[in-house]
């Protein structure tokens, strides 16, 4: 068997010893015969996978009993209406900080359905920066303040959570369970699950319970947080398998040493990167540094005609999927939880190699 370093933003790497669980466990989960996949959502026994999976999140994270975990399926995008539909009305909007893509995706989706105002953006710079607290832009009653806290395209990152009266929610997709984050400072955070949770498929919501509302008569019941959580996630069949993939990544990151540990390491393979993109006249990441992102780090050549050889030769390499998001071109290297060190100085051995040969 080979395995190479996959560097995709999402669907991305996945631990090795999570694979093989699922793999152990395909065609009979834990003696019952049957697999996760065939097992009904409403069985004991999937109410045991359900139940795992949110306890071992809850010690993850250290969720207080005053929020609710839901997983839902849709992916992070149906959020972006999600998010508008349970907190805004038209007299109460969301305010959106826009610092990227998917903040900007996030903003015009509640603008569309009229519960948006933009609060900030650092749109006019190519959101290579995040706009200042100080002069963020406010209504009087705004029901939230959005932000997605790692941008995964332009790979900018909140190093800590935006200080602010209103309830706070944050997209954290592409940096969950990366670093430890104090929930109660908190109304909501969602995140899609195919970057540290596990495969596509489900998003996980926490909500602060009181912020879980009827909604209008109108709205369907799959859109209300309140009817999920009511019925356990389960009000029509969810994404089973990708829910008992997430239970086994939490597993597997409570028997890595938990998420501080991970937060360590994340920051031990960023750093190196970013070093060495630093010293070098070759390569070049535009970001300043209070802003970069720890899990997606774009760069590109200084000869930017490179770049489709660069990318070539690297996949050749077994350093997969390195190309930027079509938007910002060059290269990117999604270095999520799952990818370990080594993946980081294979890069840098290869990078070196090409310039040597290249440059
Ligand atoms: C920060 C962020 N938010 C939202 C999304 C959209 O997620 P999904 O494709 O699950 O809807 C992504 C996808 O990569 C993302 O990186």
Not at 56 to 67: A, N, T, V
Not at 74 to 102: C, E, H, K, M
Not at 182 to 203: E, P, S
């Amino acid at each position: 068997m080979t395995r190479i370093f996959n560097f995709c933003a999402g669907p991305a790497t996945l631990p090795l010893p999570v694979l093989e669980k699922a793999r152990d466990e395909l065609l009979d989960y834990r003696g019952l015969g049957m697999s996760v996949m065939e097992i009904s959502h409403r069985s004991a026994a999937f109410d045991g996978v359900a139940d795992n999976t949110e306890a071992c999140l809850r010690r993850l994270l250290s969720i207080p009993d005053e929020y609710a975990v839901l997983f839902l399926a849709g992916g992070a995008t149906t959020q972006f209406s999600q998010v508008p539909l349970n907190l805004a009305s038209s007299d109460r909007r969301g305010a959106y900080i826009v610092d990227g893509s998917w903040s900007k995706k996030a903003f015009n989706i509640a603008q569309r359905i009229g519960l948006a105002h933009l609060a900030g953006s650092s749109e006019d710079c190519g959101f290579k920066s995040i706009p200042l607290e100080n002069e963020w832009n406010l209504e009087d009653n705004n029901a939230y303040l959005h932000y997605v806290s790692n941008e995964t395209i332009s790979g900018v990152q909140f190093r800590r959570p935006p200080e602010c009266a209103l309830p706070l929610v944050a997209d954290m997709s592409s940096d969950i369970l990366s670093r430890m984050v104090d929930i109660k400072k908190f109304g909501v955070i969602y995140a899609g699950a195919q970057k540290n949770i596990g495969q596509a498929g489900i998003t996980l919501v926490i909500v602060r319970k009181d912020l879980l509302q009827d909604l209008p008569p109108d709205i369907p019941d799959l859109q209300s947080w309140k009817v999920q959580h009511k019925q356990g996630s389960r009000l029509n069949t969810p994404p089973t398998y990708a829910w008992y993939m997430a239970g086994l990544v939490f597993e597997w990151i409570e028997a890595s040493g938990g998420v501080e540990r991970l937060a360590k390491l994340n920051q031990h393979k960023a750093d190196t990167l970013y070093q060495y993109l630093d010293q070098s006249t070759f390569y070049r990441n535009d970001i300043p540094t209070e802003f970069r992102s720890h899990m997606n780090v774009p760069f590109q050549i200084v000869d930017e005609s490179l770049h489709g050889r660069f990318i070539e030769e690297a996949e050749a390499a077994g350093l997969s999927s390195l190309k930027g998001h079509r938007s910002v071109g060059g290269m990117r290297a999604s270095i999520y939880n799952a990818m370990p060190i080594e993946g980081v100085e294979a890069l840098i051995g290869f990078m070196k190699e090409f310039e040597s040969k290249a440059g």
